[in-house]
């Protein structure tokens, strides 16, 4: 028993198998099934034997030291309510059961095994500083943008341009180019007026393309320029070895002529 739950590959199999049981059980027609809530019931006390034997084996001292452990031990006591539902009227409890599922989050303990994974971590916020002030000019543009829109629009469309908040929202639907064609259309339907049904157009093909076109492109670039630049530097280090090289190839070859 020792070995078994002290081996982590076990215990992560365990959480794999009760969290799908946590998600079929979110299926209305399956929410009452008694089988699944038998086996459900049957994963905690899994978790709670867990946790008896690595206080047991551990020590109470060395096994609380350990974030992981006191995160599995306060989410497995929260879950014990559940047992007894069924016989004492407790308080609705069923957000425990979510909260079961976030024992997942020790498979985090994996990405130490990724290859080369601290220089993607070094890329990535090399890349978020280097786009923040891309990202502050489009959220300038995208606010600048809701309120125009929502001052020509909120009447005609309320259910994308009703308020600032609403508007901000569809712009950065425009943006991401996400079903654009569909609101000019929608406007279009509920005027008459030729000039503003062209006007509509006009203005919304500018929107995409100032924002999703071009500035959308723009922070594209930036970010995947600076999570790259690692292989870049690989590559100007070599080349500068390289040169390196040759010039003293070139030295050596002088030397030898003037012999």
């Not at 028993?1 to 969290?19: G, P, Y």
């Not at 879950?79 to 024992?103: A, C, K």
């Not at 500035?215 to 292989?231: K, P």
Request: aromatic share 16%.
């Amino acid at each position: 028993m020792k070995r078994f739950f002290l081996q982590e590959r076990n215990i992560l199999i365990a959480i794999f198998v009760n969290a799908i049981i946590i998600f079929l059980r979110y299926f209305p027609e399956l929410s009452e099934n008694q089988w699944l809530i038998l086996i459900d019931h049957v994963f905690i006390i899994f978790f709670m034997v867990e946790v008896i034997v690595k206080l047991r084996f551990l020590k109470p001292g060395p096994y609380f030291s350990n974030a992981w452990n006191m995160f599995d031990f306060i989410i497995i006591v929260g879950s014990l309510p559940t047992l007894l539902m069924d016989w004492i009227p407790f308080p609705d409890t069923s957000v425990l059961t979510v909260l079961r599922v976030l024992r997942l989050a020790r498979l985090l303990r994996l990405i130490r095994f990724i290859p080369n994974f601290n220089q993607v971590i070094d890329g990535l916020g090399r890349a978020l500083k280097a786009s923040v002030f891309v990202l502050m000019a489009m959220m300038f543009l995208n606010f600048l943008l809701a309120l125009f829109t929502c001052h020509f629009y909120s009447k005609t469309a309320p259910e994308y341009f009703g308020n600032p908040l609403v508007s901000s929202y569809t712009i950065f639907q425009l943006f991401t180019v996400e079903g654009w064609n569909e609101i000019p259309a929608t406007i279009a339907q509920r005027t008459d007026n030729e000039w503003v049904i062209g006007f509509t157009r006009f203005y919304f093909v500018m929107i995409v393309l100032l924002g999703g076109v071009f500035g959308m492109s723009l922070a594209n670039a930036v970010f995947v320029d600076e999570m790259t630049m690692d292989n870049n530097l690989a590559l100007e280090d070599k080349i500068d070895k390289l040169q390196e090289q040759v010039e003293e190839l070139k030295g050596l070859i002088q030397e030898s002529k003037g012999t």
